[in-house]
């Protein structure tokens, strides 16, 4: 289902003169991306420029750089027409001040010259935040969700060294109670050597060992055009998966009606500011097709599932992460990390919670500020989140039965170890409790026995 439409950050601002309003700049801004303090992004501007005696063009174009902390900077570019036909260009730039932020944020001084360089005048503009903030607020709006698989599962790895990118693909059958886990990984290594797709297959029967299996590694090729990667063993379109490793092999056909889950905020997915990022393309699929381990078939029909994409520098320092299908549509989705990165390596881990419920995600807004509001308590068998946000409290559980748990050694692009412990047979209890006439009520709560999707992760 795709119903994108919007693809930038747009707002419209206007700016005037200090005690002449008629000679003003109405400017509309399209962003190219989600629009955050720590941007250093060029953007199209579109609007007005009104000079009197000199200018009233309504088609002016140019550019805006946004850089208010990496450069200090916000600087704008016009090209626009006078009333006597000329060609002008204006030009100027916010200077950012820290310590005078409001002032140095609002006060635009410019040049106006003419095609051979000549200055015509200059000119301070300022934004009336009493006057104009609110009607600025009123316009902005963010890009509208991408609800198309491809786009968000496509790769977004562009030749860097030390990149870490994996697909994972995790589903329940509804009819045996067997889970499934498909992994693709794409390393690139830090220190610049061939880049490499590899991965894994494990199958969860109800009351058996879990079978587990590895494809690869094979040198990467970038896919064909429709595909999200391929190597001689395994291929992922937006809709399809098939492959073989060992004794397992699928072809799986997914559907799904529902939109990105951004467990991340969009923003550090859109812009990798932060070590890495995780969204799911796919939170609520529903899985078609069959697995074959251990001699036998599984037949699918329905079976609920997700596909989820990682992009970053490498795997944590230590993690925890679940999907849990809720049932009707509704999906849980943690990833409560530490990072390697030193001076955060020594913070507890930072659990980053999205639920879907009726169609609605919580919580609302940046999830990377409620995840300063939550805690974390990583251990095996059984796991741990809980805090409050707002007027909501959360807890969640976790418990891989060690019986149906795979360990994996991999490596990091800069060649250091990690392991993961994963079960598709995990036990789930989430509880969304409302505060309510003074009290803690339950506002939302699910059980989940033997088909929660988890793992927990850290150093060899």
């Known amino acids: 289902m795709t119903v994108t439409t919007r693809r930038h950050t747009t707002f419209s601002e206007v700016m005037a003169a200090p005690g002449d309003r008629d000679c003003r700049l109405e400017l509309d801004v399209a962003v190219p991306e989600v629009l955050h303090p720590l941007a250093d992004v060029r953007a199209d501007l579109r609007g007005r420029v009104r000079i009197p005696g000199l200018a009233d063009d309504p088609h002016a174009s140019g550019s805006l750089h946004i850089a208010p902390l990496t450069r200090r900077r916000i600087r704008y570019r016009l090209t626009f027409t006078a009333l006597d036909g000329r060609v002008l260009h204006l030009d100027g730039w916010k200077s950012i001040d820290l310590r005078h932020p409001v002032r140095s944020m609002t006060t635009l001084p410019a040049t106006v010259t003419d095609g051979a360089g000549t200055v015509v005048m200059e000119v301070l503009l300022r934004f009336h935040l009493r006057r104009d903030l609110w009607p600025m607020l009123r316009t902005f709006r963010l890009p509208s969700p991408t609800r198309t698989s491809r786009d968000r599962l496509a790769p977004r790895w562009n030749g860097e060294p030390g990149r870490l990118e994996v697909w994972y693909t995790t589903l329940t059958d509804p009819a045996t109670g067997t889970g ?45 055009p429709g595909h999200v990667l391929e190597t001689p063993g395994a291929i992922a379109t937006a809709d399809r998966l098939t492959g073989s490793a060992g004794d397992i092999d699928w072809d799986l056909r997914a559907e799904t009606a529902s939109g990105p889950l951004f467990t991340f905020p969009r923003w550090a997915w859109d812009t990798g500011l932060l070590p890495g990022a995780q969204i799911v393309p796919q939170p ?52 409560a990390a530490v990072s390697t990165r030193p001076g955060l390596r020594r913070l507890p881990p930072l659990p980053f919670v999205r639920l879907r419920v009726e169609g609605r995600d919580w919580p609302g807004g940046d999830t990377l500020l409620a995840a300063l509001r939550l805690r974390a308590e990583i251990d095996l068998p059984t796991w741990r989140v ?14 891989q039965p060690p019986e149906a748990t795979v360990a994996v050694d991999y490596a990091d692009p800069d060649g250091s170890a990690a392991v993961c412990r994963n079960s598709e047979r995990a036990d789930a209890h989430v509880l969304l409790e409302r505060r309510s006439g003074g009290r803690w009520r339950p506002f939302r709560e699910w059980h989940l026995f033997g088909t929660a999707h988890a793992e927990v992760g850290g150093r060899a």
């Open 180 to 224: 499934f886990w498909v992994h693709h990984e794409l390393v690139a290594p830090a220190g610049g050597g061939t880049p490499y797709l590899h991965g894994w297959a494990a199958a969860f029967p109800p009351a058996e060992a879990p079978a587990f299996t590895r494809f690869g590694p094979h040198d990467w090729q970038p896919p064909r």
């Open 284 to 335: 609520a699929a529903r899985f078609h097709g069959t697995i074959r381990h251990g001699g036998r078939a599984v037949r699918l029909e329905g079976a609920p599932g997700a596909t989820a994409h990682i992009y970053g520098h490498g795997n944590a320092r230590r993690w925890a992460w679940l999907h849990a299908d809720l049932g009707g549509g509704d999906v849980a989705e943690v990833v």
């Open 386 to 399: 809980w805090g409050r946000i707002g007027d909501h409290r959360l807890r969640i559980e976790v418990t």
